[in-house]
């Protein structure tokens, strides 16, 4: 049989989840990062009929070799964009800036075959940052800046985007969905999961649960950069002006799939390793926030 959580939102909103934003002094000049929201995922599981595919393919009883599931499971179509609405600024509170980036959409619908052993596939998405910007400036004073080391010194490809629970899924609720063999009956699976960090990769992945068999069926790579430009001697309310660039550049959809590098896979995760810095105009850098694990 196929089973999948129904569709869920991690908060309200429709579905979208506000941002946390980031407190900002009042003497900030500007702010540049890069930051990704949402993605939604509609993952239609069908199941083929073998009677068929042996009607067409066996001829005067000459038995056919079946397919394996490697080379049956088909993405039927993939889909991935951000929208077109620049991002949003807030600036309600005099200390906090608030804003809200765009919002990453993939979909994608995938024809798994009938699964006649008692084997178990998990369908979803992978995801890792592999480039991340994120600072603020704060006049001549210097800026504070949100880094993952290992990613910075070139020692990793890429750091996985997993909840930090479920690796290396980026969730198990909404995020994937689960084939139990033997099946029979068409399935319907809907996912869902939220995003947020800088420049990722990420992929759509089936993997068999009991020999860790990972088969990459799509690899899509995005990137949503976020510049702010803000001065404080302006009324509250004039200070932030959002800079280049307002639109997005579009994801990739790559023809060739790329593999998932080993740090994807396993702890720790972004949100994990990062480090907050304080990096002023004079003196030694100073971890204001160490990592987590």
């Known amino acids: 049989m196929g089973r999948c959580p129904p569709l869920l939102a991690r908060a309200k909103n429709n579905g979208i989840t506000s941002i946390s934003a980031r407190p900002v002094a009042a003497a900030a000049a500007s702010i540049s990062l890069e930051t990704t929201h949402l993605i939604i995922i509609d993952?239609?599981?069908?199941?083929?009929?073998?009677?068929?595919?042996s009607a067409m393919g066996c001829i005067q009883s000459i038995r056919c070799k079946p397919k394996s599931f490697r080379e049956s499971i088909i993405v039927l179509e993939l889909n991935a964009s951000i929208d077109s609405n620049p991002t949003s600024i807030d600036e309600a509170s005099g200390v906090v800036l608030r804003y809200r980036t765009p919002h990453f959409r993939a979909t994608a619908r995938v024809l798994v075959p009938?699964?006649?052993?008692?084997?178990?596939?998990?369908?979803?998405?992978?995801?890792?940052?592999?480039?991340?910007?994120?600072?603020?400036?704060?006049?001549?004073k210097g800026m504070s800046s949100w880094e993952l080391p290992d990613l910075r010194d070139g020692k990793i490809q890429a750091?996985?985007?997993?909840?930090?629970?479920n690796y290396p899924w980026y969730g198990n609720t909404t995020e994937t969905c689960i084939v139990v063999g033997p099946t029979k009956k068409d399935s319907k699976f809907t996912l869902s999961s939220i995003?947020?960090?800088?420049?990722?990769?990420?992929?759509?992945?089936?993997?068999?649960?009991?020999?860790?068999?990972?088969?990459?069926?799509?690899?899509?790579?995005?990137?949503?950069?976020?510049?702010?430009?803000?001065?404080?001697?302006?009324?509250?309310?004039?200070?932030?002006?959002?800079?280049?660039?307002?639109?997005?550049?579009?994801?990739?959809?790559?023809g060739k799939n790329e593999p998932i590098p080993p740090n994807a896979m396993v702890k720790p995760n972004a949100n994990d390793a990062q480090v907050l810095m304080w990096r002023p105009k004079s003196g030694d850098p100073v971890v204001v926030i160490p990592p987590k694990y």
């Open 43 to 53: 993952l239609w599981t069908l199941l083929w009929i073998g009677l068929q595919f």
């Open 114 to 140: 009938p699964v006649p052993a008692k084997e178990t596939w998990t369908i979803g998405w992978i995801q890792a940052c592999n480039h991340m910007e994120f600072f603020n400036t704060y006049g001549d």
């Open 195 to 254: 995003h947020r960090d800088q420049s990722f990769t990420t992929w759509l992945v089936a993997i068999n649960q009991a020999t860790s068999e990972t088969l990459v069926l799509q690899t899509i790579r995005w990137r949503m950069r976020l510049h702010i430009h803000v001065d404080p001697e302006k009324p509250l309310g004039l200070r932030a002006v959002l800079k280049e660039p307002v639109a997005q550049e579009q994801p990739q959809i790559l």
């Open 159 to 165: 750091i996985s985007d997993s909840d930090g629970v």
